[in-house]
């Protein structure tokens, strides 16, 4: 029971709270987009805000608070805002981390050219497929891109961008995160649960 208690405590200890105030729903969807919110284009301002306060408490998992005015209180619509950044950073999510495994690919894929390269050079040098002076022109081209192409690619897979891998994690954090919103003047009981859409 003790162990229980205990992992839970912990469990609160690594959910931290962002916290961003909007006045209304033109700070978090763009205000040059004259759609309807549930395809209206989401502000690049908000966006960079989040990612702000990420960075500057980016330990465990997350509850997002959004403070508003009360006259904009509406389920519909704070479920509707909830649903679109859910979307929006699940898709970024799935991007970066595609984009990451492009690099990878693209790693190996070095690597690979790489070792054919010297291969080849080693094989004709071995087997005295070609003249000495036919063989160190070739050298003179495959040796440093074999050497090349090795440590390029390696270098893709083991460290792919690091800016990509800190937004995989930013964004797949908001992606699971939990958002709640709480109105001015509202009593904290009446305050929005937050959504898990």
Not at 28 to 44: A, C, K, Q, T, V
Not at 69 to 90: A, C, G, H, N
Not at 109 to 114: A, E, K, L, M, S
């Amino acid at each position: 029971m003790a162990d229980n208690i205990a992992n839970v405590e912990d469990h609160i200890r690594d959910i931290q709270e962002i916290s961003i105030a909007i006045d209304s729903w033109d700070d978090i969807f763009s205000d040059f987009d004259p759609s309807p919110l549930e395809s209206r284009i989401l502000s690049e301002d908000f966006l960079a805000e989040l990612k702000k306060r990420y960075r500057e408490t980016q330990r465990g998992n997350f509850i997002v608070t959004i403070y508003a005015p009360l006259f904009l209180k509406d389920d519909t619509s704070e479920r509707l805002v909830i649903k679109r950044l859910k979307q929006y950073f699940k898709f970024r999510h799935l991007s970066v981390q595609k984009e990451i495994n492009d690099a990878i690919a693209k790693g190996t894929i070095f690597v690979i050219c790489g070792i054919v390269f010297l291969g080849f050079l080693t094989l004709g040098t071995y087997f005295k497929i070609f003249d000495t002076l036919t063989l160190e022109l070739i050298g003179i081209i495959l040796l440093p891109l074999g050497w090349f192409g090795i440590w390029e690619g390696f270098s893709r897979i083991i460290e792919p961008a690091p800016l990509l891998k800190l937004d995989v994690e930013l964004f797949g954090k908001f992606a699971k995160a939990q958002y709640k919103f709480k109105y001015a003047g509202q009593p904290l009981s009446e305050s929005s649960p937050g959504s898990g859409i």
